[in-house]
């Protein structure tokens, strides 16, 4: 089959590699009929991530149709349209019963890898690294979903994959960063970076119950975006992000504010400069936390600061001082996109939410490596693509 897969840093090839098979009873065989370019994959792209290996497919946004199923998958069959979550979850372990996907204790074969780079034990993700589990990722023509019977959510209605290929990801996501703020009724929330995340988040925060929403970013296209989603927007360019969100918020600051940006943030230098940084300290300090340096202090006192934006390493500097003494509240994580699966269908399927709007580019997936360059590059107004295969 033809797959997208990782050569290096700034290097992703479109590879004839061996179909997917069958390897365990709990696994299913999806055809890839759309799939995404995510934030995250920028990571890999990057080359911050550790343990990726040449040849490695790529790609964790993927919907299609079930071709086969293992002997003890029973909830899907053969025809069926998924739509499959990033995170692999075993369904029944002590994270997975309390709903905390990303915390599954049995999908990553190499949790002790990540164990001993990160000091914890992640679910198994797909196509992202061997300390992940090192699972082929679905910008692909097929995937192997391993524990079937949990993930891929159904769509039984009508609706196009762009409708619906967001669950398996930026929707959850976005959600689950404005869910984790604890938003009350009528509080401002604001949200830095206005990438695909960040206008899910802006558009959760509104369903949440904000009353107002402040997002903050330097592309026009994507500040336009959240306008779009009425969003007051902010330049960090232009303008100094601080004090105008004082200024908007009468001194106080505004009361949730999100991590939609995470390690690839601009204001420190070169990613080359960073990326630097982190080999040199060999995964262990990195001094990337620049946005969330400042959703620190821009939060109102004992207000939260929920981070969604994904950070590679395992210290950071981070200004702990005026966090307590502001008595702030930090929630953050992988989400536990199985969790949102039905409740968040349930949303597009009523007609309340279409996610699509992100789409800006749609190509073959022969063209995957040009769309992963604009996408990081943000030409041409790319702010989400789709890849057909
Ligand atoms: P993206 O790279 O398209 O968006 C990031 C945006 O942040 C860009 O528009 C960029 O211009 C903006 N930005 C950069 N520096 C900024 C600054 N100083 N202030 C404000 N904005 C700034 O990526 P995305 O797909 O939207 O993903 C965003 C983050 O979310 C990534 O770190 C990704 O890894 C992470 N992510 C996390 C999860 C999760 O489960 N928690 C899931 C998906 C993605
Ligand atoms: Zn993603």
Known sequence: MKAICWHGPRDVRLDRVPDPTILDPGDAIVRVTATAICGSDLHLFDGVMPTMKTGD???????????????????????????????????????????????????????????????????????????????????AQYLRVPFAEVGPVKIESGLRDEQVLFLSDIFPTGYFAAEL?????????????????????????????????????????????AE?????????????????????????????????????????????????????????????????????????KFGTVSISGVYVGAVDKLPIGPAMNKGLTFRMGQTPVQRYLQPLLAKIEAGEFDPSFVVTHRLPLEQGPEAYKMFRDKQDGCIKVVLRP
């Open 57 to 139: 497919v790529l790609g964790h946004e993927a919907m299609g149709e079930v071709v086969e199923v293992g002997s003890a998958v029973t909830r899907l069959r053969k025809g069926d349209r998924v739509v499959v979550p990033f995170v692999i979850a075993c369904g029944s372990c002590f994270f997975c019963k309390r709903g905390e996907h990303t915390g599954c204790d049995v999908s990553n074969p190499n949790a002790h890898i990540a164990r001993e780079l990160m000091g914890h034990s992640p679910a198994g993700l797909f196509g992202y690294s061997h300390m992940m589990g090192g699972f082929w990722g679905g910008q």
């Open 228 to 300: 779009a989603g009425k969003a007051e927007t902010i330049n960090f360019e232009e303008t100094r992000v601080y004090e105008q969100l004082m200024d908007l918020t009468r001194g106080r600051g505004p009361d949730r504010c999100i991590d939609a940006v995470g390690c690839e943030a601009h204001g420190l230098g070169s990613v080359d400069a960073l990326m630097d940084k982190v080999k040199a300290a060999m995964m262990l300090t990195t001094d990337r936390a620049y946005v969330l340096r400042e959703a620190i202090m821009c939060c109102r």
């Open 181 to 225: 703020c604890g938003i009350e009724r009528g509080d401002t929330v604001a949200v830095w970076g206005c990438g695909p995340v960040g206008q899910m988040a802006i558009r959760s925060a509104w369903m949440l119950g904000a009353g107002r929403v402040v997002a903050i970013d330097r592309v026009p296209e994507r500040l336009r975006m």
